[in-house]
């Protein structure tokens, strides 16, 4: 099927977006290690250069701006928000979904040097939020106007069950579309989704002691879980090796494309943002695959997250068309 791409992403812009999930702040320190600590077996790092970045789950609202979708983000974070809604503020997204209370708000530091990350330290909790029904309530009625949702899960207590439960009942009722990013808590939880998009430390974390993940299981593994959480695709990112998408009528992995990958950190994010657009659109599963796919590896080619390039996503996947 020959797909007008430009005609695709043109309609993004027609698309709003509930994304419900972990916020956090990703910091950047960069400097050069040119000596060692007296007090310690350590290298000292000078540093340069220091930057904020919006992470998690406001990755993900990031990646469906840069697109030139409608994110609205709904999450938790700390009374003492670390600059966060300042963030938001700069990169124009909407506060409006998100909850304040006494927890920290997530910070996650990175010390760069010579292009390696040399350490990083993590400021969190991730007991469950304190007011669940009232996050429920404020999320639910943000959800009225969206056309797609995300659950972006990093386990920092965001999507508590209850939470999960109660808002995937909503969108069910008022048939939203529903694409989950998971992580081992509660994996079990997100049943009758339409794209499950776990990566693969995550499918090896929620398998049995007993089952081995190899090249050739996968696929059943795949197969028999898909039925178990009844949802309509399975979207697996395999890392340097691309995806592997399983639904009802396709059963395929599609390769990475060859590129020079500086850094893991938020490719799962431009995945799912860019699979929800596709979702919405009324894709077939095949080329959601694909266009992820995509997506996912562009993310991969500068330090740190980054929202995706829009018009170099679509120069990559008009060419491949």
Not at 293 to 310: M, R, T, Y
Request: net charge positive; aromatic share 6%; with cysteine.
């Amino acid at each position: 099927m020959n797909i007008n791409w430009h005609s695709i992403f043109n309609d993004f812009k027609k698309i709003k977006v509930l994304i419900v999930g972990d916020a956090m702040i990703d910091c950047y320190m960069w400097g050069i290690i040119n000596r060692q600590s007296p007090e310690a077996p350590i290298p000292i790092v000078d540093i340069e250069k220091y930057e904020k970045k919006l992470g998690g789950a406001a990755n993900v609202a990031s990646n469906i701006k840069a697109l030139g979708a409608s994110p609205i983000l709904c999450s938790v974070i700390g009374n003492e928000d670390k600059g966060f809604l300042d963030l938001m503020k700069d990169k124009k997204l909407s506060t409006k979904g998100i909850l304040q209370e006494e927890r920290k708000t997530t910070v996650k530091t990175r010390i760069i040097s010579e292009n390696k990350h040399q350490l990083r330290v993590d400021e969190e909790d991730n007991f469950p939020i304190v007011n669940e029904y009232k996050f429920i309530k404020h999320t639910t009625n943000l959800m009225n106007n969206a056309n797609v949702i995300i659950f972006q899960d990093y386990n920092k207590g965001v999507l508590t069950k209850d939470v999960i439960k109660s808002l995937i009942k909503y969108a069910k009722i008022k048939k939203i579309p529903i694409l989950v990013d998971p992580k081992k808590e509660n994996y079990w939880e997100y049943k009758g989704v339409n794209i499950f998009k776990p990566n693969l430390k995550e499918l090896k974390e929620s398998i049995s002691k007993n089952e081995s993940l190899s090249s050739d299981s996968i696929f059943k593994i795949v197969s028999k879980q898909r039925k178990k959480l009844n949802a309509d695709c399975f979207l697996l990112t395999l890392s340097k090796k691309g995806v592997f998408i399983q639904s009802k009528n396709i059963n395929k992995q599609i390769p990475a494309t060859i590129r020079n990958i500086v850094d893991v950190s938020g490719a799962g994010d431009s995945v799912i943002a860019t699979a929800a657009l596709a979702l919405s659109l009324k894709l077939d599963f095949y080329n959601i695959g694909r266009l992820a796919n995509l997506a996912g590896g562009l993310s991969c080619e500068k330090i740190g997250v980054n929202p995706i390039e829009k018009e170099k996503l679509l120069k990559e996947i008009s060419c491949l068309n």
